[in-house]
Structures are given as structure tokens and as C-alpha cells.
């Protein structure tokens, strides 16, 4: 992948192509681990990282090459791990901290992906150890695989998001206004798919472009609900 790449986990139609990924500090090790494949020492990782950090995108892009089957963590309760790996080599089983986990299925998962040679993503915003899991066997698992973090963003990634994020809205924004946000705004992937979906609203709302007096407005208004369009 190149490094005109960006990362996108949040959005209006979001582009999650190979194409639409930066690769930046804060998520080279994840972005290069994950291109490994299929080369892991074992058959399962974890990525994780806060909200809109972009594990969404890296797992689509793995379940590009990889053939995966995604499922969401809370929907294990109903899967049946063997036909999920009947339907693909690989399975990719998002948020698993978010919501109820089914411990016993994702054991289940885990032990027969070894079992079949095949290959197994988990995601979730923190570290598998702070996934509350009680299980054991399961504890045990999780804390043997390899687990890539995903961190803060800088300035430069902020403004390729920011941008990144504008695009996918059909929305072009100036270096200004790139600036003004990037100066006043929450640091995090969160905040900014956030704040582009208010500015967003806000210029729909008005007729108006995104501009930095715009901007000022949406943030001194705050967490405001956004306008009625």
C-alpha cells in the first residue's frame, strides 16, 4: 500500500479500499502485522484501538485478501462456529468488547480455527486483557495472541482524516479550515468523524460551504443536536 493511503473507520459512505488507507505511526505495526498474512506464528490476533481509529478498515481490507466471513462480537451468541469457518478460511469477528460477548462460542471459535488450519481477526477498543472475559480457558486464549494496538493520531493523520472524511461526503474543504479545526478540536478519530458530520449538517442546513467561519459556529456551539435539513 502506499503512503498516500488513508484511514477511515466512521463516515458518510465511507471508502474502505486499499487505496483509502494511510499507513502512519500510529497504526504502522497493525497495518504491517495484518499484511503478514498469511504468514502469522498462530492461527489468531487482535487489533484494538479507541472508536473510529480505523480497525473497521483494516479488517475489511483482511477480509479482502484473506476471504474472511465477518461477524459483529455480540451476534456469536447465534453463529455456529463450524459453519462459519465451512463458509471461509478465515473469520474476522469485530467489537468484541462491545456489548455481550459469548465467551463459550468464541472459545469454540478459537480452538476450531486452529483445528482447521484456518485463521481468525478479533477487534475491540482495548487490549484483550481489559475485555472482562471470565472464562478461563478463553482469558488464556486471548492472552496468548498477538495484539496490535492502533494509537492517537498526530496533526498529519488528524488532517488526512479530516479531509478523508469531507471526501467521502462529497465535501471539498481548504487548508484554513483543515488548520482552524486541527487547532481546536479533541484529538481522536471520534471527534472528528464527529465534527465533520455537525459541519456537515450545519452547510447543508444553510447553504452554505464549509468554511472557517462556519466552523467557529459549529464549535462554539458544541455538542448541540444537529440541525433539522
Not at 474502505?16 to 495484518?34: K, R, T, Y
Not at 498526530?154 to 471539498?172: C, E, G, M, N, W
Not at 478540536?185 to 472557517?212: I, K, P, Y
Amino acid at each position: 500500500m502506499s503512503e498516500s493511503q488513508l484511514p477511515l473507520d466512521l463516515g458518510h459512505r465511507p471508502a474502505l479500499s486499499e487505496g483509502d488507507f494511510l499507513v502512519a505511526p500510529c497504526n504502522a505495526e497493525a497495518h504491517g502485522w495484518l499484511e503478514r498474512w498469511p504468514d502469522w506464528p498462530g492461527p489468531a490476533s487482535v487489533i484494538f484501538g479507541p472508536a473510529e481509529c480505523g480497525k473497521t478498515h483494516l479488517a475489511h481490507l483482511f477480509a479482502a485478501v484473506s476471504g474472511a466471513v465477518t461477524i459483529a462480537g455480540a451476534d456469536l451468541a447465534v453463529a455456529d462456529p463450524p459453519r462459519l469457518l465451512d463458509q471461509a478460511r478465515a473469520v474476522v469477528v469485530e467489537d468484541c468488547d462491545r456489548g455481550t460477548l459469548d465467551e463459550a462460542a468464541l472459545f469454540h471459535l478459537i480452538n476450531l480455527t486452529k483445528e482447521t488450519g484456518g485463521f481468525l481477526l478479533l477487534t475491540g477498543r482495548e487490549a484483550p486483557s481489559r475485555w472482562g472475559v471470565s472464562l478461563p480457558d478463553l482469558r488464556s486464549r486471548l492472552n496468548a495472541m498477538p495484539a496490535l494496538a492502533i494509537g492517537a493520531p498526530d496533526d498529519a493523520v488528524l488532517a488526512a482524516v479530516l479531509v478523508k472524511l469531507f471526501s467521502d461526503r462529497q465535501v471539498r474543504i481548504g487548508e484554513e479550515v483543515v488548520a482552524y479545526l486541527l487547532g481546536r478540536m479533541e484529538r481522536s478519530f471520534a471527534a472528528a468523524a464527529n465534527l465533520v458530520e455537525r459541519l456537515d449538517h450545519a452547510a447543508l442546513a444553510g447553504h452554505r460551504a464549509v468554511t472557517v467561519p462556519l466552523a467557529r459556529g459549529v464549535l462554539e456551539r458544541g455538542e448541540d443536536e444537529l440541525p433539522v435539513l
